[in-house]
C-alpha cells in the first residue's frame, strides 16, 4: 500500500510538471503583454521604449521561454510563486487569502448534492420505472441541461434581487461584524445559498442517475437474492447490501467531480462576486497577471491530483477485493 | 433449537409460474406437486432449464419480481404444531418472517451469492440478529461456532475475512451456516455442488446429510446429477419441462424406472460396471415459449418411437421428429400411481 501510493505520488509529481509546462507556453504565447499593461495602468499612453525594456527586463519577460520556465519552476520548488505582475503582493498571500471561501464553495456543493442525490437514487430505484423515479429523472434531466450561468442568471435576478429572499453577492453583508450570532450564521447562508446550488444542481442530476443505474445493476446480483432469503425487508436490502456495494463506484465519480466543480468556478465566482480562486483566476487572465496565473494552475493540478487519489484510497479501503501490490 | 423443527414440512400443490417475457407469458413451472416431509430429502431432478431453479425460487417466494410470479396452486408451509402458511399467497412480510427463520436456501454459485462488501461473519451474523433478535457480539460469536459446524477451521480468525478470501467449497460452507443460522426446519439447496471441484464435491455432499440429519430438517435437493440424488435422497421427483414426470421412492426409481425420460437420465448417469452414455439425451429441453402439446416429451421420447414402429399406422402421427404416437401429441399425461409409492406421467406405461 505504501509503495502504491509512493509510485502514485510520482506519477502525480511528473503529471503536474507536464501541466505546468503547458500553461506556462499557452499564458505566454496567448496575445497581450504585462509590460504594456502595466506600463497602460501607470497611465501612460506612450512610453519610451527604455522604459517598456526595462520592465520586460524586471519581468524576466526578455528571456527565452525555456530560460523563464526553469527560473519559474525552480521558484515554485521552494514554494515562491513570486509576485504579482498586477499589484506586486507575494502570489502565495493572494491565493491563500481566496482559496478557503472556495473549498468552502467545493465542499459544500459536493456534500448538498450527495445529500440530494442519495436518497433520489435509491428512492428510484426502489421502484425504477415508477411514478417517482419517471418524475424525479424528468426534472433532473431538465435541470442537468440548463447551463449553469443560466441557472445564475436567473437566480441573482429572480430570487436574489426581485424576490430578495437571498443576497447574490459576495461572502457576507458589511454589517456582518455587528450581527449577533444566528444573524451572523443566517447572513451566511443567505450569501452561500444561491452559489452552492448553482454548483450543485448538475452534481445532483448526474449523482442520482449514477446511483439509480448502479443500484439498479446490484440488484440484479445473486447477493442481493441471497438477502432476501434471509428474510430482510426491502429496505435492509437495498439500504445496506445493494447501497454499500454502489457506495464504491460513487466514491470514485466524487472525486472526479470534484475537479469539475472546481472548473465551473470561474464563471459562478465572477458571476456572484465571490471572491475565491475561480474568480482570482478570471481577473489574472485579463491583467496577463502570468504568476498568478500559474500559481493557480498548480493549485487546481494539485487538488485535481489529489482527489483521483484519495478516490483510489478510499476505493482500496472500502472494497476489500482491492489490494495493491 | 425451535420444539417442532423436526416436524416442519412443505406441500407444493399444482404450482405454476408465469414469467413475462419479450415474447410474451411463458409458464416454466406448469402444476408441479410435491411434497418435503419432516426430516426427509427429496430430490428434484432434470436436465438444464426444465424449471427446477424457477420451482426452488418460488418457494421462497424468490421469483424475480414484476416478472415473474406464481400463478396458481399453493405451498403450504407448517410446522406439526397447527401453524400453516400457504407461501404462495401469504403477505410478503409473513413470508419473511419465514424465509431464513423456518425456511433456508443456498444457491449453485456461493462466489456470487455472498456480498462481496461484506465479511463472512457479518453475513452470518446477520440472520442471528434478524431473527433470534441477538446482539451483534453474541451474533458474531454464533457465527464463529456456526462456522466451524460447518467445517471450517480456525473459524473466529475465517469469520472476519472477506468472501473473496475464501475458496468455492469454503464459502459454499459458509452459505450454508448461514442458511442454519436460523435453525430452519427446510433447507432448499439448489444445485449446492454444481459449481464447485469434484473432490470437494463429495465433502459439501458429505456435510449436507450429516447436518440434514443431525439438525432433522426437511430438505429439497435440487440438481441434474442423479448420481448425487442416489446418495442423499430418500424419494425424487423427475422434472421435465416444467412438469414433473414421475415421482418414486429413491431405491425404487433407480430399481425400476418407468418413464422413458428417467430411464434416458438414468442411462446417462456413469456407474461401476458400465461408461455414461455419451452426449446425454438427444434433443433438448423445450424453451417454456415452446411446449409441446400433449406429452411434452413426445419429441424425445424413444418408448413413443418404438411404439409407433410396432402399431398400426393410424395410432400413429407423422412430426418433425419423426412418427409417434397419436396419443402423445394428443392427451397430456397425468401423474398417475403405478405402485406403491411410484407414480408416472406417461399414457403407455401406465396402461
Ligand atoms: N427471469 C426469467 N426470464 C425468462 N425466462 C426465464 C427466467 N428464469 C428462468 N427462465 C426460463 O425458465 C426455464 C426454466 O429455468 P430454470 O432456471 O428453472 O431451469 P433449471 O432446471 O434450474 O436449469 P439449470 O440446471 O440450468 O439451472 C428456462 O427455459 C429459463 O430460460
Ligand atoms: S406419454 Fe408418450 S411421449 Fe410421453 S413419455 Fe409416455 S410414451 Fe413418451
Ligand atoms: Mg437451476
Known amino acids: ?325 | 433449537m425451535s420444539p417442532n423443527r423436526h416436524s416442519a414440512a412443505l406441500a407444493v400443490r399444482d404450482l405454476r409460474v408465469e414469467i413475462r417475457t419479450r415474447e410474451g407469458i411463458v409458464r416454466p413451472v406448469d402444476g408441479v406437486s410435491f411434497d418435503i416431509r419432516p426430516g426427509r430429502t427429496l430430490g428434484l431432478a432434470g436436465e438444464s432449464g426444465c424449471g427446477k431453479t424457477v420451482s426452488a425460487l418460488a418457494l421462497m417466494r424468490l421469483l424475480p419480481r414484476g416478472q415473474a410470479r406464481i400463478s396458481g396452486g399453493s405451498v403450504l408451509w407448517s410446522n406439526g404444531d397447527g401453524e400453516s402458511v400457504n407461501l404462495a399467497t401469504a403477505a410478503e412480510q409473513e413470508v419473511r418472517r419465514l424465509r431464513g427463520r423456518r425456511l433456508a436456501m443456498i444457491f449453485q454459485d456461493p462466489a456470487a451469492a455472498l456480498n462481496p462488501v461484506f465479511t463472512v461473519g457479518e453475513q452470518i451474523a446477520e440472520v442471528s440478529r434478524l431473527h433470534l433478535g441477538l446482539s451483534h457480539g453474541k451474533a458474531m460469536r454464533r457465527a464463529v461456532s456456526l462456522l466451524s459446524r460447518v467445517g471450517i477451521a480456525d473459524a473466529a480468525r475465517r469469520a472476519r475475512e472477506y468472501p473473496h478470501q475464501f475458496s468455492g467449497g469454503m464459502q459454499q460452507r459458509a452459505m450454508l451456516a448461514m442458511a442454519l443460522a436460523g435453525e430452519p426446519g427446510i433447507l432448499i439447496a439448489d444445485e449446492p455442488t454444481t459449481a464447485l471441484d469434484v473432490t470437494v464435491q463429495a465433502q459439501i455432499v458429505d456435510l449436507l446429510r450429516g447436518l440434514q440429519s443431525e439438525a432433522g430438517m426437511g430438505m429439497l435437493w435440487v440438481t441434474h446429477d442423479l448420481g448425487v440424488l442416489a446418495q442423499v435422497a430418500d424419494e425424487i421427483c423427475v422434472m421435465y419441462a416444467g412438469r414433473i414426470v414421475e415421482r418414486a421412492g429413491t431405491r425404487e426409481l433407480f430399481a425400476n424406472p418407468l418413464h422413458p425420460y428417467t430411464q434416458a437420465l438414468l442411462a446417462c448417469v456413469p456407474r461401476l460396471h458400465r461408461p455414461a452414455g455419451t452426449g446425454g439425451i438427444p434433443g433438448s429441453v423445450p424453451t417454456p415459449a415452446e411446449v409441446p402439446p400433449g406429452c411434452r416429451f413426445h419429441p424425445r421420447c424413444a418408448l413413443s418411437r418404438r411404439l409407433a414402429v410396432e402399431l398400426d399406422a393410424e395410432l400413429c402421427v407423422n412430426t418433425q421428429s419423426g412418427s409417434v404416437l397419436r396419443r402423445c401429441v394428443d392427451e397430456v399425461p397425468a401423474l398417475r400411481p403405478v405402485g406403491a409409492d411410484h407414480w408416472v406421467a406417461c399414457g403407455e406405461v401406465a396402461s
Not at chain 1, 142 to 151: D, E, G, K, N
Not at chain 1, 189 to 202: M, T
Not at chain 1, 319 to 325: E, G, N, W
Open chain 1, 1 to 325: 500500500m505504501v509503495r502504491y501510493v509512493a509510485k502514485r505520488l510520482l506519477l502525480a509529481g511528473v503529471t503536474l510538471v507536464g501541466i505546468t509546462i503547458v500553461t506556462f507556453a499557452v499564458t505566454r504565447l496567448a496575445p497581450g503583454d504585462p509590460a504594456l499593461e502595466a506600463v497602460s495602468r501607470g497611465g501612460a499612453s506612450t512610453m519610451s521604449a527604455e522604459a517598456y525594456a526595462r520592465l520586460r527586463t524586471y519581468y524576466d519577460l526578455d528571456q527565452p521561454l525555456s530560460r523563464q520556465y526553469a527560473a519559474w519552476l525552480g521558484r515554485v520548488v521552494r514554494l515562491d510563486f513570486g509576485r504579482s505582475f498586477h499589484d506586486g503582493r507575494r502570489v502565495t498571500d493572494k491565493v491563500g487569502e481566496r482559496l478557503p471561501a472556495t473549498l468552502c464553495l467545493a465542499g459544500g456543493a459536493v456534500v448538498l448534492s450527495l445529500a440530494f442525490a442519495i436518497p433520489i437514487g435509491l428512492a428510484s430505484a426502489r421502484r425504477a420505472g415508477g411514478v417517482f423515479d419517471t418524475v424525479a429523472g424528468g426534472v433532473l434531466a431538465a435541470l442537468h441541461s440548463v447551463p449553469r450561468y443560466v441557472m445564475a442568471m436567473l437566480l441573482i435576478v429572480v430570487v436574489g434581487v426581485h424576490l430578495d429572499w437571498f443576497s447574490p453577492y459576495g461572502l457576507r453583508s458589511d454589517s456582518f461584524e455587528d450581527m449577533s450570532y444566528p444573524g451572523k450564521a443566517a447572513d451566511l447562508v443567505r450569501h452561500f445559498a444561491l452559489i452552492v446550488f448553482c454548483f450543485a444542481y448538475p452534481l445532483i442530476a448526474y449523482q442520482a442517475r449514477f446511483i439509480r443505474g448502479n443500484l439498479l445493476e446490484v440488484l440484479g446480483q445473486d447477493y442481493i437474492r441471497t438477502a432476501r432469503a434471509k428474510g430482510l425487508s426491502e429496505r435492509a436490502v437495498l439500504h445496506r447490501h445493494a447501497f454499500r456495494n454502489t457506495l464504491l463506484p460513487l466514491i470514485t465519480v466524487v472525486g472526479l467531480l470534484v475537479p469539475s466543480a472546481l472548473g465551473g468556478s470561474v464563471i459562478l465566482e465572477t458571476m456572484f462576486q465571490w471572491p475565491g480562486i475561480g474568480q482570482l483566476l478570471f481577473q489574472a487572465m485579463t491583467q496577463r497577471d502570468y504568476p498568478v496565473v500559474m500559481a493557480l494552475t498548480v493549485v487546481a493540478a494539485v487538488v485535481v491530483l489529489l482527489c483521483t487519489l484519495l478516490a483510489d484510497l478510499t476505493y482500496a479501503l472500502a472494497d476489500p477485493r482491492v489490494r495493491y501490490a
